[in-house]
């Protein structure tokens, strides 16, 4: 059991450009999640993908998008970044369309700093 | 809207049992309630999760009030390890994928 690994750990970006964060998921979990985490706040969902496609959305606009390949593994896109979208960006997988609320194993997450 | 509340912080002696609070006044009949805890520079790590009845696992105990109105997480030894800040999340309502976080309590353990 390998957890969830997210990629790169650390990036600074210029307002503007465009970023995609990638994450691999738990073995045998084919449901993943991304998050946003400002700095002294709670997680905020962004969307979820279930095999492949997404199932879920929170309050985010079009900009943030992604991807789930045929392996599980995610990426998250963001175009046109603001000096808000500074954050941790953190991944979590789970199983069956994880709709249960546990289960759910997170990485680390990629912390993204735009300047 | 998170829809729990929760202490900002609470201190806790090494060793000694922990009891973090949460009030969901507004929980519906099937909405379970979750625990997940966040380590520094970690992501969050799933705890516990209960519907009706208190829950055990190797992690910690769930006691939920006869309401269901709160609950309470138990640590019953805390450790430095234990120091992390604690989400109680209420879900997930019917068609709804996403964990909703507050800010949770911080938890400090005194050695």
């Known amino acids: 059991e390998t957890g969830v690994t997210q990629s790169p750990t650390h990036l600074i970006k210029t307002r503007g450009q465009q970023v995609t964060l990638r994450c691999s998921s738990q073995?045998?979990?084919?449901?993943v999640s991304w998050y946003q985490q400002a700095l002294g706040q709670g997680p905020q969902f962004i969307f979820q993908y279930y095999r492949e496609e997404e199932n879920g959305r929170g309050n985010f606009p079009p900009r943030f998008s992604g991807l789930q390949f045929p392996n599980y593994s995610s990426e998250l896109n963001v175009n046109a970044l603001e000096l808000d979208d500074s954050a941790l960006y953190l991944c979590?997988?789970?199983?069956?369309?994880?709709?249960?609320?546990?289960?759910?194993?997170f990485g680390s997450g990629t912390r993204l700093t735009v300047v | 809207d998170a829809k729990t509340t929760q202490p900002n912080s609470m201190e806790s002696n090494e060793e000694e049992p922990v009891h973090l609070p949460c009030n969901h006044s507004t929980i519906s009949g099937t909405d379970y309630i979750h625990w997940y805890r966040q380590l520094p520079s970690q992501g969050p790590e799933y705890v516990i999760h209960g519907l009706t009845s208190n829950v055990n696992n190797r992690m910690a105990s769930l006691a939920i009030a006869e309401d269901r109105k709160s609950s309470t997480l138990i640590l019953h030894r805390a450790t430095l390890r234990d120091a992390a800040v604690y989400y109680c999340i209420r879900g997930l309502g019917a068609g709804s994928y996403q964990l909703t976080f507050g800010k949770g309590t911080k938890l400090s353990v005194i050695p």
């Open positions: 979590a997988s789970g199983e069956g369309g994880a709709r249960s609320g546990y289960g759910y194993t």
């Open positions: 073995s045998g979990h084919n449901t």
